[in-house]
């Protein structure tokens, strides 16, 4: 006799982690090893973070606040809504696989656009729900018009990522409002902010105006990416009060470690010093677009931390061979092929020096092959 796991753990798709094989997260970190697969923060957590986060290593003999009662109010503060529709949670795809877990089962469905997150694919397959993958519009946008000719009775669940993971676009406020307005309300609208900070078209809060008029309405963000926090794992979303309810009920309490809840805390105090990060990166995005432009690469137009890089033509031919050269230079990249995208790469920025780096290896192997 031997053990056997349910049969939907074959369907779940495994996630491919961005730093090689054998190497810890640390050892990358102290490498030379140019980290540009997991559109993480290239700059240092600040040090107010960091001695927040020691100061509650202090007490991690108790369990935290199973509520984040401080967290939940100072992101209250922060976005100017109750702080009962916040659930903060152990890094936003905590609460993406929670909303698959609460809202979906077998007869339900999902929409979702394609190429997108690579962790949406997981909640069709954990929950037995059918799914539906709408393919970007022109220009690697979701095509919104043809989500919402998906959308039946039987939706439970749309998943709009604004600005996309893996392609970086960014659609506008004015278009997510009137496809919110036209989703019915029995459907929940999660919308995935991951990198709302990076897109210079709209108030990065423009969406949380929305909330008041649709409870099916969930705005999902993280300190993963713009506070440089990705190890401390502590996302959230901003929805209903039932949702935040459902949310509670089908996670473990303490799901919000003490040190996370103590590092957002303080992070938030800091808006002004990860706002200056941010357009760091914005500057520094310009900087490396001219440089793709320069080697004849193509990219999507992105309002993210990352690129989505054309390979052309006979991109999905070369794709393998090139990020193999970059792996060889010491830069990690991501193939697009594992993404939804053959053809395509994509190219967290980094630090100015790994940047010039990567420009210079990649327009090396792409000439080489093409
Ligand atoms: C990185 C990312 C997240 C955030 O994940 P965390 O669990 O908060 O680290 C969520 N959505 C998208 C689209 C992402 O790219």
Redo the contacts with the bound molecule.
């Keep these: 006799m031997t053990v056997h796991f349910n049969s939907k753990l074959a369907t779940i798709p495994g996630y491919t982690p961005g730093v090689p094989k054998g190497h810890s997260a640390e050892d990358v970190a102290k490498s030379s090893l140019a980290q540009l697969a997991s559109?993480e923060s290239p700059f240092d957590p600040l040090p107010e973070v960091i001695e927040a986060v020691t100061r509650a290593a202090g007490s991690m003999n108790r369990y935290p606040d199973p509520e984040a009662t401080l967290l939940r109010q100072r992101l209250g503060e922060r976005h100017g809504v109750d702080p009962a529709r916040i659930a903060p949670a152990n890094?936003?795809?905590e609460i993406l696989l929670a909303a698959g877990e609460a809202l979906l089962e077998p007869g339900a469905e999902i929409v979702y656009a394609w190429p997108s997150?690579s962790m949406y694919p997981n909640l069709a397959a954990m929950s037995g729900a059918r799914e539906i993958r709408v393919p970007l519009a022109k220009g690697e946008v979701h095509d919104l018009e043809a989500m919402l000719t998906e959308i039946t009775a039987a939706t439970q669940l749309v998943l709009v990522?604004n600005p996309n993971?893996p392609t970086g676009t960014y659609l506008p406020f004015s278009e997510i409002r009137s496809f919110v307005e036209r989703v019915p309300d029995h459907a929940t609208v999660i919308l995935?902010e991951?990198y709302i900070e990076f897109q210079t078209v709209d108030d990065p809060d423009a969406s949380l105006q929305l909330l008041d008029d649709h409870d099916n309405l969930v705005i999902?963000r993280?300190f993963?990416?713009s506070h440089s926090l990705?190890g401390l794992?502590v996302?959230y979303a901003i929805g209903s009060p039932a949702f935040r309810a459902a949310m509670d009920a089908v996670r473990q309490p303490f799901s919000v470690n003490a040190l996370a809840q103590a590092g957002a805390v303080e992070a938030l105090k800091h808006g002004e010093a990860i706002r200056s990060q941010v357009l760091a990166a914005i500057k520094e995005r310009a900087r490396v677009e001219e440089g793709f432009k320069a080697h004849r690469l193509l990219t999507a137009t992105t309002g993210a931390n990352f690129s989505w890089v054309s390979l052309g033509e006979d991109g999905a031919e070369i794709e393998e061979l090139v990020v193999n050269d970059l792996t060889a230079a010491g830069i990690i990249v991501r193939a697009g092929r594992g993404l939804g995208g053959p053809g395509w790469l994509r190219i967290s920025y980094g630090t100015t020096e790994e940047n010039d780096r990567m420009l210079e290896a990649l327009g090396d192997s792409v000439r080489r092959h093409s």
Excluded: I, M, P
Aim: glycine share 12%.
């Design positions: 559109n890094g936003s795809c997150f990522c993971n995935d991951a999902l993280t993963s990416k990705a794992r996302g």
